[in-house]
């Protein structure tokens, strides 16, 4: 099946930062990703849609102001955490479509301290 | 938001029952997957079935769809300690657009 990394696998950061998130589809193009947050024992929450050279499509509720998302390839997106506070750690996953099927990346463990 | 529902929210079975998870949606679907996540790790993707099939298998895992009640089953047969884990299904819509989650199943197998 097709393959997305994501990057990094966790990280830790001070309140007030920022924090980059990347989503790589390694072997197929993809058009559109999702990016997806999930809180402990919960399921995953879609944040929205990232569209290739376009702007992203925020689902309700989500600030599109701090969470910014860039989609400046067809292999590539990224979601940057702006002045991340600890109510934003969480575990953050993207997705990418390929055909019919949606293939996740790993995730994201954040942190803010 | 999310669409899906699951029943039942966590369930606990000694090794070697079967395990049955059910996942009901709202909206009309392109497909519906099932997928397995370990404590804190990434998603693995189990089994797709799409909206004109009623059953797939997969080794231990039968998934049945019934598009009328807009609800679909996961059977785990002959469970194993290594089954345990939160079982989520995913609906992706009629533009196969969007990937929505239910609120998954956390089942634990007892040794």
């Known amino acids: 099946g097709a393959v997305v990394s994501q990057h990094p696998s966790w990280v830790i950061c001070k309140s007030g930062t920022s924090v980059k998130i990347e989503c790589r589809s390694l072997?197929?193009?993809?058009?559109?990703m999702f990016w997806y947050r999930q809180f402990p024992k919960q399921s995953l929450m879609l944040m929205a849609t990232?569209?290739?050279?376009?702007?992203?499509?925020?689902e309700q509720g989500v600030e599109k102001d701090k969470f910014l998302i860039n989609h400046a390839s067809l292999t590539l997106s990224t979601l940057t955490v702006t002045s991340a506070h600890p109510e934003d750690s969480s575990f953050y996953i993207c997705?990418?479509?390929?055909?019919?099927?949606?293939?996740f990346g790993q995730g994201t463990r954040l942190t803010v301290v | 938001s999310q669409q899906g529902e699951e029943d039942p929210q966590a369930l606990s079975i000694q090794e070697g029952e079967n395990a049955t998870m059910n996942c009901s949606y709202k909206?009309?679907?392109?497909?519906l997957q099932w997928y397995r996540q370990n404590s804190g790790r990434g998603l693995v993707h189990l089994i797709l079935?799409?909206?004109?099939?009623r059953e797939k298998h997969s080794g231990r895992l039968r998934v049945t769809l019934d598009t009328s009640k807009k609800s679909s089953s996961l059977l785990i047969t002959a469970s194993r300690a290594a089954d345990t884990a939160s079982y989520f299904c995913?609906?992706?819509?009629?533009?196969?657009?969007?990937?929505?989650f239910g609120a998954g199943t956390r089942l634990f197998v007892k040794a």
């Open positions: 997705s990418a479509k390929a055909r019919t099927e949606a293939f």
């Open positions: 072997d197929f193009q993809a058009t559109t």
């Open positions: 990232s569209n290739e050279g376009s702007k992203a499509t925020y």
């Open positions: 909206t009309s679907i392109n497909n």
């Open positions: 079935i799409r909206s004109n099939e």
């Open positions: 995913a609906t992706s819509n009629t533009g196969g657009f969007k990937t929505i």
